[in-house]
């Protein structure tokens, strides 16, 4: 049996990715759209052979509740939008998937768990390397001991941020809409990554930020930030987040026995994996997977079988959370404690 999935905002990932994938998926099917261009959506229900009645706009989105076909919306909005959807999808008695970063400031994400809470609904967030087989392989890895005690992770993401040229890099640019740059954007691998690698959560954080103020593209978001998390177990993660490297979007463990290399970690495709120490190394052989599928079909298997998704508005939180204590440590120069 397929669960029915509202798709609320046709941009780039959403047409390109996601989409596409239902089709890969066991008990996830698309069965709505919510688009503030009428042509646009129209189009994609005759592309995807959807019935009228299962295109919404933003305005009348809400009446939704009463579309039996749909069981669960994913929200993939820029980033200060997902809030507002979130509620009204909880509100009209639906469960959500959301995007990452969950929201733009801790208080939208409070209140996004508790409208889910209050409704009885389910919330995820769309960490979909939670779902990528090269990432799942590591972090078993390193629970099973291979690298030995790990000492340090290092993860490094960044790309040309083109605003002027692509419509989806327009909004991510605008502080109101983005909440942040590089960071909450794709930082947010970094940061999630030195969490799910080490298996623990940071307990205090530095940071340092440079934007070139005359580059139009930084006047409201940062460009590069790095920042440092210590671990309870002494484990230091020392990540960097840019809008201006060329694409990169890599992590390494260190590891008293071995080292593990992904590169890329958290790409749409073609995941890479280095194991070595001081006699050489090797590329492990592992399958590479549908993550958009796995992600869409565990959403859809947690509301059948009534289990917490593995990636909870919790989840989704703490990494905002930590943002938060980045941009401040960055500001201050001071170490956060978190
Ligand atoms: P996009 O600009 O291509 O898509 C955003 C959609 O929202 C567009 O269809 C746009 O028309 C619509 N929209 C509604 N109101 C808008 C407004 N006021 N301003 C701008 N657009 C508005 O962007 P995208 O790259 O598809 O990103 C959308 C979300 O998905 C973001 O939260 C982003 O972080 C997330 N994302 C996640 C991944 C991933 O791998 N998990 C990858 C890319 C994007």
Redesign the pocket.
Known sequence: DKLGFAIV??????TE?IMPNFKACKHARLAALV???PD?AQKLAAQYELPETSVYS?DNFDSIKDNPDVDIVYI????S??AEFTIRAAQAGKHVLC???MATSVEDCEKMIAACQQADRKLMI???AHFEPFNLDAMARIRKGELGKIKAITSDHGRPVKPTED??D??RVVKK?AGGGSLM?IGIYALNAARYLSGEEPVEITAQEFSDKSDPRFAEVEDNIHFTLRFPSGVLASCTSSYSYSEVKRGRVFGDKAWLDLDPL?D?KKHTMKIGDDEGNQEPEIEEGNQFAAELDHMAECVLHNKTPKTPGEEGLKDVRYIMAIYEAAKTGKAVKV
């Open positions: 905002g046709l941009g780039k990932f959403a990715q688009s503030g261009s646009k933003y993939i909005l820029p980033n939008m997902h995007e990452k970063p769309a960490y979909r419509q989806a327009a909004w809409l954007d958290s749409y």
